[in-house]
Every structure is written in C-alpha cells, then in structure tokens.
C-alpha cells in the first residue's frame, strides 16, 4: 500500500554530517506521520525522529541538538539531518509510515529497506 524508499548510505568519521531522506509513494494519502528508527548490532530498534503531517516532531533524548528531521510535502520524502556523528551512532536506519498522537508517535507497517550508516572513529 505504501512504499518507502530510502537513500543516503555512507561511512563518515566522527564529528561528521550525513542526511538520510525517504521518499513515499502509493497510498500516501492515508500517511499520519513518519519516523526513523535506527538498530545496532544486537541491539533492538528504537526510534530516533518522528514528524506528524502538522509539523510537529520528537527525538530520542540522546539525539536531541545533533538530529534533525524534516520533510518536503511537495516530493512526499522524509529527511534525516545527522551532524556530529559519533561511533555509537552506526547502525542500520530505518524509515517508517506510522502515526504521531500529541508527543507519541507509533510505528506502522510500512518499513524502507533500510540504510547502513557507519561512523568510523
């Protein structure tokens, strides 16, 4: 029903920037909100940034004043702004349509492929 592409893999040193952007397409029309969740190795998912259709977002606290999401309605795509990368932060990243009520958002079914993203020290 939804298709979630994404782009923007690379490897970056520490202290680097790198954007990851998501573009939707099928059943866009029935899109609450979308988020980026990001999995280490043996590590669970958790979600990173999340934003609703009104503009509002949230971060994780550990991302918060180093990530940045955003969005362009016009293209239908979701960005992630990551500036001052740190080892930690290298995982695999995960786009997401789901839904965002007041400050909580809630993930749905339609998933990216996902992005790897490394930072080397």
């Known amino acids: 029903q939804v298709q979630l592409q994404e782009s923007g893999p690379g490897l970056v040193q520490a202290g680097g920037s790198l954007r990851l952007s998501c573009a939707a397409s099928g059943s866009?029309?029935?899109?609450?909100?979308?988020?980026?969740?990001?999995?280490?190795?043996?590590?669970?998912?958790?979600?990173?940034?999340?934003?609703?259709?009104?503009g509002s977002t949230n971060y994780a606290d550990s991302m918060k004043g180093r990530f940045t999401i955003s969005r362009d309605n016009a293209k239908n795509t979701v960005y992630l702004q990551m500036n001052s990368l740190k080892p930690e932060d290298t995982a695999v990243y995960y786009c997401n349509a789901g839904a965002f009520y007041s400050s909580t958002y809630y993930s749905g079914g339609s998933w990216g492929q996902g992005t790897q993203v490394t930072v080397s020290s």
Do not use: D
């Not at 609450?32 to 009104?54: C, D, F, H, T």
């Open 28 to 54: 866009t029309f029935s899109i609450n909100a979308m988020g980026w969740y990001r999995q280490a190795p043996g590590k669970q998912r958790e979600l990173v940034a999340a934003i609703s259709n009104g």
